[in-house]
């Protein structure tokens, strides 16, 4: 079966320090991948998503995100954090052949003032 | 109102109820969404909508029974539920079904459910 991997479940991180959140995916063929974030308290909403063009995409708030093809990954990563990314984030691959769209378990950032 | 709203917030039924979950999207959008999101586990794409019509159906037990009367409503009837049921119900919406193609989905504030 199709699967969206997130490999951390809690990363704990102090301010300034760089963020590095892994996604793997197993579909093949063309695929669309965002990464959703859920503030604590509020919507899932979209931080950033790829789907074609420069494999390095930027999101909101500093984040981005690079897609390495030959990996089936699409990491998030941030040089800097705040106290304020504290949050739950999301993987999500949409996959046109498959006609199928899955989101990974998540990863909970919790950033220390 | 804008974006997607979600009615209840908070519902606590017994395994013999019936209750009914609502979705509202004030976006204008074709396709709409249910997921199950429980803790430590992917978010579950239950069902979705396009256009009215259902196109995807993961498996979902039949004590879960969703109705799409138009594309800016979507409801969630539950009965005879387990306590394994108890989670948080997400609704989304997108201009049309993501599996199809580059769609980001909105989602609502979730149906916090609690089955005992």
């Known amino acids: 079966a199709q699967s969206v991997s997130q490999h951390n479940h809690h990363v704990i991180l102090s301010e300034a320090a760089s963020l590095e959140l892994g996604c793997n995916y197993s579909y093949g063929g063309t695929v669309n991948l965002f990464w959703y974030v859920q503030y604590p308290g509020q919507h899932l909403q979209l931080l950033l998503k790829?789907?074609?063009?420069?494999?390095l995409v930027k999101g909101i708030k500093g984040f981005e995100a690079e897609f390495i093809k030959s990996k089936f990954s699409f990491n998030l990563r941030k040089p800097s954090v705040q106290w304020s990314d504290t949050a739950e984030y999301f993987c999500a691959v949409g996959s046109y052949n498959n006609n199928d769209m899955r989101f990974g378990a998540g990863t909970r950032l919790t950033v220390k003032p | 109102e804008t974006g997607v709203t979600q009615t209840p917030r908070h519902l606590v039924m017994g395994m013999t109820n019936k209750k009914s979950l609502k979705c509202e999207q004030h976006l204008g959008h074709n396709a709409m969404y249910w997921y199950k999101q429980s803790a430590k586990k992917p978010l579950e794409l239950m069902f979705v909508?396009?256009?009215?019509?259902?196109?995807e159906n993961n498996s979902v037990p039949s004590r879960f029974s969703p109705e799409c009367p138009n594309s800016s409503h979507l409801f969630l009837h539950l009965h005879t539920l387990q306590p394994e049921d108890s989670a948080l119900y997400l609704c989304?919406?997108?201009?049309?079904?993501?599996?199809?193609?580059?769609?980001?989905?909105?989602f609502g504030p979730g149906t916090r459910l609690t089955v005992t």
């Open positions: 989304a919406s997108s201009q049309d079904w993501a599996g199809r193609g580059r769609y980001e989905q909105y």
């Open positions: 909508y396009s256009l009215e019509e259902r196109v």
């Open positions: 790829y789907f074609s063009g420069d494999p």
